[in-house]
Protein backbone atom coordinates (compact mmCIF):
# COMPACT_ATOMS: atom_id res chain seq x y z
CA UNK A 1 0.00 0.00 0.00
CA UNK A 2 1.25 3.48 -0.63
CA UNK A 3 0.96 6.03 2.39
CA UNK A 4 1.24 10.10 2.78
CA UNK A 5 1.87 11.43 5.74
CA UNK A 6 0.93 14.96 6.03
CA UNK A 7 3.13 17.37 7.98
CA UNK A 8 7.06 18.04 8.75
CA UNK A 9 7.14 17.70 12.79
CA UNK A 10 8.43 15.00 15.31
CA UNK A 11 4.72 13.87 15.76
CA UNK A 12 4.89 13.28 11.67
CA UNK A 13 8.41 11.40 11.98
CA UNK A 14 6.86 9.27 14.16
CA UNK A 15 3.95 8.54 12.27
CA UNK A 16 6.42 7.58 9.32
CA UNK A 17 8.80 5.64 11.61
CA UNK A 18 5.90 3.36 12.62
CA UNK A 19 3.76 3.51 9.09
CA UNK A 20 7.62 2.62 7.69
CA UNK A 21 8.08 -0.52 9.80
CA UNK A 22 4.45 -1.82 8.89
CA UNK A 23 4.44 -5.11 6.57
CA UNK A 24 1.44 -3.53 4.06
CA UNK A 25 3.60 -0.39 3.66
CA UNK A 26 4.74 -0.64 -0.12
CA UNK A 27 5.62 3.32 -0.26
CA UNK A 28 5.70 6.10 2.45
CA UNK A 29 5.69 9.92 1.48
CA UNK A 30 5.53 13.15 3.69
CA UNK A 31 4.83 15.94 2.35
CA UNK A 32 6.67 18.26 2.99
CA UNK A 33 8.72 16.22 5.77
CA UNK A 34 12.28 16.73 7.12
CA UNK A 35 15.47 15.37 6.65
CA UNK A 36 15.16 12.76 9.75
CA UNK A 37 11.52 11.61 7.92
CA UNK A 38 13.64 11.62 4.62
CA UNK A 39 15.01 8.17 6.29
CA UNK A 40 11.69 6.54 6.27
CA UNK A 41 9.87 8.38 3.33
CA UNK A 42 10.45 9.31 0.39
CA UNK A 43 9.80 13.56 0.77
CA UNK A 44 7.53 15.76 -1.40
CA UNK A 45 7.90 19.38 -2.05
CA UNK A 46 4.74 20.54 -0.71
CA UNK A 47 3.09 22.69 2.00
CA UNK A 48 0.95 21.44 4.43
CA UNK A 49 -1.86 24.12 3.60
CA UNK A 50 -1.54 23.61 0.15
CA UNK A 51 -4.44 21.45 -0.23
CA UNK A 52 -4.87 21.21 -4.03
CA UNK A 53 -1.23 19.99 -4.63
CA UNK A 54 -1.78 17.58 -1.66
CA UNK A 55 -5.17 16.53 -3.33
CA UNK A 56 -3.55 16.51 -6.84
CA UNK A 57 -0.66 14.20 -5.26
CA UNK A 58 -2.32 11.98 -3.46
CA UNK A 59 -4.35 11.34 -6.85
CA UNK A 60 -1.61 10.88 -9.24
CA UNK A 61 0.13 8.66 -7.51
CA UNK A 62 -2.75 7.12 -5.94
CA UNK A 63 -2.25 6.92 -2.78
CA UNK A 64 -4.05 3.94 -0.75
CA UNK A 65 -3.85 6.27 2.94
CA UNK A 66 -3.15 9.66 3.81
CA UNK A 67 -2.58 10.70 7.51
CA UNK A 68 -3.03 14.10 8.42
CA UNK A 69 -0.73 15.53 11.28
CA UNK A 70 -1.32 19.33 12.24
CA UNK A 71 -4.62 20.66 12.37
CA UNK A 72 -4.29 24.07 10.55
CA UNK A 73 -4.98 22.04 7.05
CA UNK A 74 -8.00 19.80 8.76
CA UNK A 75 -9.78 23.06 10.12
CA UNK A 76 -9.11 24.36 6.37
CA UNK A 77 -11.02 21.40 4.75
CA UNK A 78 -8.02 19.06 3.54
CA UNK A 79 -9.32 15.89 4.71
CA UNK A 80 -12.99 16.59 2.77
CA UNK A 81 -10.92 17.44 -0.45
CA UNK A 82 -9.22 14.18 -0.40
CA UNK A 83 -12.53 12.04 0.32
CA UNK A 84 -14.00 13.75 -2.31
CA UNK A 85 -11.08 12.99 -4.36
CA UNK A 86 -12.03 9.15 -3.15
CA UNK A 87 -9.02 9.04 -1.40
CA UNK A 88 -8.97 7.44 2.42
CA UNK A 89 -7.85 9.77 4.85
CA UNK A 90 -7.52 9.91 8.20
CA UNK A 91 -8.30 12.91 10.05
CA UNK A 92 -12.21 15.14 10.57
CA UNK A 93 -14.23 17.02 8.13
CA UNK A 94 -13.42 20.62 8.72
CA UNK A 95 -16.95 20.78 10.01
CA UNK A 96 -15.86 18.29 13.28
CA UNK A 97 -12.30 20.15 13.39
CA UNK A 98 -14.26 22.73 14.86
CA UNK A 99 -14.03 21.07 18.08
CA UNK A 100 -10.62 22.48 17.91
CA UNK A 101 -11.01 25.61 15.46
CA UNK A 102 -13.22 27.38 17.47
CA UNK A 103 -13.82 26.81 21.35
CA UNK A 104 -17.23 28.27 21.55
CA UNK A 105 -18.37 25.65 19.23
CA UNK A 106 -16.80 23.10 21.81
CA UNK A 107 -18.13 24.42 24.67
CA UNK A 108 -21.75 24.80 22.99
CA UNK A 109 -20.93 20.75 22.42
CA UNK A 110 -20.28 19.98 25.48
CA UNK A 111 -23.40 21.51 27.12
CA UNK A 112 -25.55 20.04 24.78
CA UNK A 113 -24.84 16.70 25.42
CA UNK A 114 -23.61 16.99 29.20
CA UNK A 115 -19.82 16.19 28.56
CA UNK A 116 -17.97 17.48 32.17
CA UNK A 117 -15.71 20.71 31.30
CA UNK A 118 -15.95 23.88 33.01
CA UNK A 119 -18.73 26.48 33.41
CA UNK A 120 -18.30 29.10 30.78
CA UNK A 121 -19.88 32.26 28.97
CA UNK A 122 -19.24 33.06 25.38
CA UNK A 123 -18.67 37.21 24.43
CA UNK A 124 -17.63 39.23 21.93
CA UNK A 125 -17.60 42.80 23.43
CA UNK A 126 -15.77 43.76 26.22
CA UNK A 127 -18.90 45.08 28.08
CA UNK A 128 -19.88 42.01 28.33
CA UNK A 129 -16.67 40.36 29.17
CA UNK A 130 -16.05 42.93 31.92
CA UNK A 131 -19.37 41.96 33.74
CA UNK A 132 -18.75 38.46 33.71
CA UNK A 133 -15.24 38.92 34.78
CA UNK A 134 -16.24 41.34 37.48
CA UNK A 135 -19.23 39.16 38.80
CA UNK A 136 -17.22 35.88 38.99
CA UNK A 137 -14.22 36.56 40.41
CA UNK A 138 -10.74 35.25 39.73
CA UNK A 139 -8.97 32.83 38.90
CA UNK A 140 -10.80 32.69 35.58
CA UNK A 141 -9.69 31.81 32.32
CA UNK A 142 -9.85 34.11 29.14
CA UNK A 143 -9.61 32.06 25.96
CA UNK A 144 -9.99 32.84 22.19
CA UNK A 145 -12.46 31.53 20.09
CA UNK A 146 -10.50 30.58 17.12
CA UNK A 147 -7.22 28.70 16.73
CA UNK A 148 -4.48 31.38 18.42
CA UNK A 149 -1.33 29.22 18.25
CA UNK A 150 -1.52 27.91 21.33
CA UNK A 151 -1.53 31.79 22.82
CA UNK A 152 -4.97 32.30 23.07
CA UNK A 153 -5.21 30.85 26.92
CA UNK A 154 -4.52 33.29 29.63
CA UNK A 155 -5.08 31.24 33.36
CA UNK A 156 -5.88 34.70 34.66
CA UNK A 157 -4.97 34.65 39.01
CA UNK A 158 -6.47 37.97 39.20
CA UNK A 159 -9.39 40.09 38.29
CA UNK A 160 -6.88 42.91 36.57
CA UNK A 161 -5.16 40.09 34.13
CA UNK A 162 -8.44 38.30 33.02
CA UNK A 163 -9.58 42.11 31.83
CA UNK A 164 -6.25 42.62 29.94
CA UNK A 165 -6.25 39.37 28.33
CA UNK A 166 -10.30 40.31 27.31
CA UNK A 167 -9.21 43.89 26.29
CA UNK A 168 -6.47 42.84 24.30
CA UNK A 169 -8.43 40.53 22.57
CA UNK A 170 -11.53 42.27 21.97
CA UNK A 171 -10.47 45.59 21.51
CA UNK A 172 -6.81 45.39 20.40
CA UNK A 173 -7.16 43.19 18.20
CA UNK A 174 -4.06 41.07 19.40
CA UNK A 175 -5.38 37.96 17.73
CA UNK A 176 -7.08 39.44 14.65
CA UNK A 177 -9.98 37.32 13.91
CA UNK A 178 -9.21 34.00 16.05
CA UNK A 179 -10.19 36.57 19.20
CA UNK A 180 -13.23 38.41 18.06
CA UNK A 181 -14.98 35.90 20.26
CA UNK A 182 -13.93 34.62 23.64
CA UNK A 183 -14.87 32.02 25.87
CA UNK A 184 -14.95 32.80 29.43
CA UNK A 185 -14.33 30.30 31.88
CA UNK A 186 -14.43 28.67 35.30
CA UNK A 187 -10.98 28.07 36.40
CA UNK A 188 -10.51 24.03 36.81
CA UNK A 189 -8.05 22.44 39.80
CA UNK A 190 -6.26 18.98 39.50
CA UNK A 191 -3.62 17.42 37.54
CA UNK A 192 -3.66 17.58 33.57
CA UNK A 193 -3.16 14.29 31.20
CA UNK A 194 -3.83 13.66 27.81
CA UNK A 195 -5.91 10.76 26.44
CA UNK A 196 -6.10 9.87 22.38
CA UNK A 197 -7.89 7.72 20.60
CA UNK A 198 -8.64 6.93 16.83
CA UNK A 199 -12.36 7.44 16.06
CA UNK A 200 -14.07 5.99 13.07
CA UNK A 201 -17.54 7.99 13.48
CA UNK A 202 -19.44 5.51 15.36
CA UNK A 203 -16.22 3.78 17.53
CA UNK A 204 -13.72 5.47 19.49
CA UNK A 205 -10.75 2.82 19.92
CA UNK A 206 -8.87 4.15 22.89
CA UNK A 207 -5.05 4.76 22.48
CA UNK A 208 -3.31 5.89 25.43
CA UNK A 209 -2.65 8.69 27.95
CA UNK A 210 0.06 10.73 28.41
CA UNK A 211 1.34 14.35 29.84
CA UNK A 212 3.30 16.74 28.55
CA UNK A 213 5.29 19.72 29.63
CA UNK A 214 4.26 22.79 28.31
CA UNK A 215 6.68 25.33 30.12
CA UNK A 216 10.34 25.95 28.60
CA UNK A 217 12.04 26.08 31.59
CA UNK A 218 12.90 23.34 34.62
CA UNK A 219 10.23 23.05 37.19
CA UNK A 220 7.63 24.02 35.04
CA UNK A 221 8.66 27.34 34.86
CA UNK A 222 8.85 30.10 32.00
CA UNK A 223 6.93 30.68 29.01
CA UNK A 224 4.10 28.37 27.57
CA UNK A 225 5.24 26.31 24.55
CA UNK A 226 4.35 23.87 22.03
CA UNK A 227 5.39 21.03 25.07
CA UNK A 228 8.97 20.53 25.64
CA UNK A 229 8.62 16.62 26.86
CA UNK A 230 6.01 13.85 27.60
CA UNK A 231 5.54 10.51 28.51
CA UNK A 232 2.91 7.72 28.67
CA UNK A 233 1.10 6.46 29.95
CA UNK A 234 0.24 8.87 32.46
CA UNK A 235 0.62 7.72 35.85
CA UNK A 236 -2.89 9.88 37.35
CA UNK A 237 -4.74 7.81 34.33
CA UNK A 238 -5.69 4.84 36.31
CA UNK A 239 -7.91 2.51 35.76
CA UNK A 240 -10.39 4.29 37.39
CA UNK A 241 -9.77 7.62 35.64
CA UNK A 242 -9.40 6.19 32.62
CA UNK A 243 -12.96 4.21 32.25
CA UNK A 244 -14.81 8.10 33.74
CA UNK A 245 -12.91 9.65 30.78
CA UNK A 246 -14.37 6.51 28.17
CA UNK A 247 -17.54 6.82 29.74
CA UNK A 248 -18.22 10.19 29.98
CA UNK A 249 -15.91 12.13 27.31
CA UNK A 250 -14.68 10.23 24.63
CA UNK A 251 -17.87 7.93 23.65
CA UNK A 252 -20.49 10.59 24.56
CA UNK A 253 -18.19 13.27 21.86
CA UNK A 254 -18.28 10.34 19.68
CA UNK A 255 -22.31 10.35 19.98
CA UNK A 256 -22.79 13.66 19.86
CA UNK A 257 -20.85 14.66 16.89
CA UNK A 258 -22.83 12.24 14.75
CA UNK A 259 -26.20 13.17 16.03
CA UNK A 260 -24.56 16.64 15.18
CA UNK A 261 -24.30 15.29 11.67
CA UNK A 262 -20.58 15.49 11.90
CA UNK A 263 -19.45 12.47 12.93
CA UNK A 264 -15.79 12.57 14.13
CA UNK A 265 -13.26 10.34 12.20
CA UNK A 266 -9.71 10.70 12.74
CA UNK A 267 -7.33 11.35 16.34
CA UNK A 268 -9.68 12.63 19.01
CA UNK A 269 -6.94 14.33 21.95
CA UNK A 270 -8.75 15.32 25.05
CA UNK A 271 -7.33 17.52 27.31
CA UNK A 272 -8.89 16.51 30.82
CA UNK A 273 -8.20 17.54 34.18
CA UNK A 274 -8.66 15.02 36.49
CA UNK A 275 -10.70 17.15 39.42
CA UNK A 276 -12.46 16.39 42.78
CA UNK A 277 -15.10 15.53 40.98
CA UNK A 278 -13.81 13.55 38.51
CA UNK A 279 -11.99 14.30 34.67
CA UNK A 280 -13.35 17.19 33.15
CA UNK A 281 -12.61 18.39 29.55
CA UNK A 282 -10.22 21.48 28.89
CA UNK A 283 -10.25 21.30 25.58
CA UNK A 284 -10.53 18.79 22.16
CA UNK A 285 -7.71 18.60 19.94
CA UNK A 286 -8.65 16.74 16.63
CA UNK A 287 -4.79 15.34 16.05
CA UNK A 288 -2.07 13.51 17.78
CA UNK A 289 -0.14 16.01 19.82
CA UNK A 290 3.40 16.76 19.26
CA UNK A 291 5.28 15.76 21.29
CA UNK A 292 3.36 13.26 23.13
CA UNK A 293 2.46 10.81 19.94
CA UNK A 294 6.73 10.27 20.00
CA UNK A 295 5.86 8.63 23.30
CA UNK A 296 2.59 6.93 21.84
CA UNK A 297 3.79 5.26 19.13
CA UNK A 298 6.98 4.11 20.72
CA UNK A 299 4.89 2.05 23.17
CA UNK A 300 3.06 0.90 20.40
CA UNK A 301 3.02 -2.93 19.70
CA UNK A 302 0.69 -3.53 17.20
CA UNK A 303 1.04 -2.89 13.41
CA UNK A 304 -0.65 0.97 13.07
CA UNK A 305 -1.29 0.95 9.24
CA UNK A 306 -4.12 -1.54 9.55
CA UNK A 307 -5.65 0.14 12.74
CA UNK A 308 -5.34 3.42 10.40
CA UNK A 309 -7.16 1.83 7.37
CA UNK A 310 -9.83 0.47 10.11
CA UNK A 311 -10.39 4.08 10.99
CA UNK A 312 -10.57 5.71 7.64
CA UNK A 313 -13.32 2.79 6.29
CA UNK A 314 -15.59 2.87 9.48
CA UNK A 315 -15.00 -0.31 11.02
CA UNK A 316 -13.01 0.14 14.07
CA UNK A 317 -15.64 -1.60 16.19
CA UNK A 318 -13.76 -4.73 17.38
CA UNK A 319 -10.58 -3.85 16.39
CA UNK A 320 -7.80 -3.94 19.19
CA UNK A 321 -4.46 -2.73 19.62
CA UNK A 322 -1.95 -3.97 21.72
CA UNK A 323 0.53 -2.08 23.93
CA UNK A 324 3.99 -2.34 25.63
CA UNK A 325 3.72 -1.89 29.07
CA UNK A 326 6.72 0.18 29.23
CA UNK A 327 6.55 4.24 29.72
CA UNK A 328 8.02 5.86 27.00
CA UNK A 329 9.66 9.27 26.84
CA UNK A 330 10.43 11.95 24.83
CA UNK A 331 12.61 15.04 25.63
CA UNK A 332 12.57 17.84 22.75
CA UNK A 333 15.67 19.70 22.20
CA UNK A 334 14.93 23.39 21.05
CA UNK A 335 17.55 26.14 19.88
CA UNK A 336 18.50 28.94 22.61
CA UNK A 337 15.72 31.51 22.24
CA UNK A 338 12.46 29.56 21.58
CA UNK A 339 9.75 30.24 22.04
CA UNK A 340 10.63 33.87 21.32
CA UNK A 341 13.30 35.37 18.76
CA UNK A 342 16.18 32.49 17.96
CA UNK A 343 18.93 31.66 15.37
CA UNK A 344 18.44 29.32 12.79
CA UNK A 345 20.82 26.96 10.35
CA UNK A 346 22.89 25.85 13.97
CA UNK A 347 25.04 22.77 13.08
CA UNK A 348 24.10 19.60 14.89
CA UNK A 349 26.26 16.76 14.86
CA UNK A 350 24.17 13.43 15.58
CA UNK A 351 25.58 10.38 17.34
CA UNK A 352 26.63 7.32 15.26
CA UNK A 353 22.91 5.18 15.54
CA UNK A 354 24.85 2.53 16.18
CA UNK A 355 25.72 3.73 19.97
CA UNK A 356 28.56 2.70 22.13
CA UNK A 357 27.82 -1.13 22.24
CA UNK A 358 27.81 -1.59 18.32
CA UNK A 359 24.20 -2.05 17.81
CA UNK A 360 21.42 0.48 17.79
CA UNK A 361 19.58 1.02 21.18
CA UNK A 362 15.81 -0.49 20.33
CA UNK A 363 14.58 2.24 22.65
CA UNK A 364 15.73 5.05 21.83
CA UNK A 365 14.92 6.79 18.76
CA UNK A 366 15.85 10.21 18.09
CA UNK A 367 12.91 12.04 16.02
CA UNK A 368 13.67 14.96 14.10
CA UNK A 369 11.34 18.04 14.14
CA UNK A 370 12.95 21.23 12.83
CA UNK A 371 15.86 20.24 10.92
CA UNK A 372 17.07 21.23 7.67
CA UNK A 373 20.42 20.37 5.71
CA UNK A 374 23.00 23.25 5.52
CA UNK A 375 24.60 24.48 2.28
CA UNK A 376 27.55 22.22 3.38
CA UNK A 377 24.80 19.13 3.29
CA UNK A 378 25.29 18.53 7.30
CA UNK A 379 22.29 18.75 9.78
CA UNK A 380 21.23 22.08 11.19
CA UNK A 381 18.15 23.48 13.17
CA UNK A 382 15.46 24.78 11.25
CA UNK A 383 12.67 25.85 14.03
CA UNK A 384 12.49 26.36 17.55
CA UNK A 385 11.78 22.72 18.50
CA UNK A 386 14.13 20.69 16.65
CA UNK A 387 14.62 16.86 17.68
CA UNK A 388 12.74 14.45 20.01
CA UNK A 389 14.99 12.63 21.64
CA UNK A 390 12.68 9.40 22.67
CA UNK A 391 12.93 6.44 25.23
CA UNK A 392 11.44 3.50 26.63
CA UNK A 393 12.11 2.33 29.90
CA UNK A 394 10.45 -0.56 32.80
CA UNK A 395 10.18 2.91 34.91
CA UNK A 396 9.61 6.48 34.05
CA UNK A 397 13.01 6.71 35.65
CA UNK A 398 14.69 4.38 33.56
CA UNK A 399 13.17 5.74 30.22
CA UNK A 400 14.49 9.24 31.12
CA UNK A 401 17.86 8.16 32.05
CA UNK A 402 18.46 6.81 29.13
CA UNK A 403 16.67 9.43 27.20
CA UNK A 404 19.14 11.75 28.80
CA UNK A 405 22.27 9.84 28.39
CA UNK A 406 21.40 9.88 24.50
CA UNK A 407 21.52 13.76 24.63
CA UNK A 408 24.64 13.80 26.40
CA UNK A 409 25.56 11.72 22.55
CA UNK A 410 24.42 14.99 20.50
CA UNK A 411 26.42 17.87 19.69
CA UNK A 412 24.75 20.49 19.07
CA UNK A 413 25.98 24.59 20.73
CA UNK A 414 22.88 26.11 20.09
CA UNK A 415 20.06 23.52 21.59
CA UNK A 416 18.83 23.60 25.02
CA UNK A 417 16.27 21.40 26.96
CA UNK A 418 14.60 20.73 29.89
CA UNK A 419 16.63 18.43 32.12
CA UNK A 420 13.67 17.31 34.48
CA UNK A 421 11.29 15.74 31.93
CA UNK A 422 8.85 13.34 33.50
CA UNK A 423 10.04 14.80 37.14
CA UNK A 424 6.09 14.32 38.50
CA UNK A 425 6.04 10.75 37.59
CA UNK A 426 9.66 10.26 38.68
CA UNK A 427 8.93 11.35 42.23
CA UNK A 428 5.46 9.34 42.10
CA UNK A 429 7.33 6.23 41.88
CA UNK A 430 10.14 7.11 44.12
CA UNK A 431 7.36 7.65 46.62
CA UNK A 432 5.98 4.23 45.92
CA UNK A 433 9.39 2.78 46.31
CA UNK A 434 10.08 4.55 49.41
CA UNK A 435 6.89 4.94 51.55
CA UNK A 436 7.59 7.99 54.06
CA UNK A 437 6.28 6.19 57.95
CA UNK A 438 4.53 8.66 59.07
P1 LIG B 1 -5.66 25.03 25.99
O1 LIG B 1 -5.04 25.85 24.89
O2 LIG B 1 -7.13 25.00 26.00
O3 LIG B 1 -4.98 23.69 26.09
O4 LIG B 1 -5.22 25.72 27.34
C1 LIG B 1 -3.86 25.85 27.65
C2 LIG B 1 -3.64 25.45 29.07
O5 LIG B 1 -4.34 26.35 29.94
C3 LIG B 1 -4.18 24.08 29.44
O6 LIG B 1 -3.31 23.06 29.10
C4 LIG B 1 -4.36 24.22 30.92
O7 LIG B 1 -3.13 24.05 31.59
C5 LIG B 1 -4.78 25.66 31.08
N1 LIG B 1 -6.23 25.76 31.18
C6 LIG B 1 -7.11 25.86 30.17
N2 LIG B 1 -8.38 25.92 30.64
C7 LIG B 1 -8.29 25.86 32.00
C8 LIG B 1 -9.25 25.89 33.06
N3 LIG B 1 -10.55 26.02 32.82
N4 LIG B 1 -8.79 25.79 34.32
C9 LIG B 1 -7.47 25.68 34.58
N5 LIG B 1 -6.52 25.66 33.62
C10 LIG B 1 -6.92 25.75 32.34
N1 LIG C 1 1.68 19.06 22.96
C1 LIG C 1 0.42 19.67 22.88
C2 LIG C 1 -0.18 19.69 21.54
O1 LIG C 1 0.24 19.02 20.61
O2 LIG C 1 -1.16 20.42 21.38
Same mark, same amino acid.
Given at each position: M???V?G?????H?L?W???A????????????N??????A????IG?N????????????????? #????E?P????? *?????A??????GP??E???LE????YM??????Y???T?A???????A?A???I?D?GA??V?K??G???G???????T?? $? *??A??Q +?????GK %????G??L??E?F? +????????????????L???????????Y??DQ??N???M?????A??C?DA???Q?I?T?LN???AA??A $????F????FL???V?? $???K?I??N?? %?G?????A?L???????A?A??????G #???? %?D???Y???AL???????G???AY???T?I????P???N???D?DVV???????????G?L???GG??????A??H??AE??????A??A??????G??R??????????E?AL??????
Amino acid at each position: MKFLVIGSGGREHALCWTLAASPLCESLYCAPGNPGIAEDAVLVDIGVNDIDALVRFAVDEKIDLV #VVGPEEPLVNGL *ADAMRAAGIKTVGPSAEAARLEGSKGYMKDICRKYGIPTAAYTRVDSYAEAEAFIQDHGAPIVVKTDGLAAGKGVTVAMTIE $E *ALAAAQ +EALEDGK %FGAAGRELVIEEFL +EGEELSYFALCDGDTALPLASAQDHKRAYDGDQGPNTGGMGAYSPAPVCTDAVEKQIIDTILNPTLAAMKA $EGSPFQGVLFLGVMVTD $EGPKLIEYNIR %FGDPECQAILMRLMSDLAPALLACADG #VLSN %FDLRWYEETALTVVMASKGYPGAYEKGTPITLPDPAGPNGAPDPDVVTFHAGTTLGPDGGLAAAGGRVLNVTARGHTVAEAQARAYAEIARIDWPNGFWRRDIGWRAVERENALANPVSK
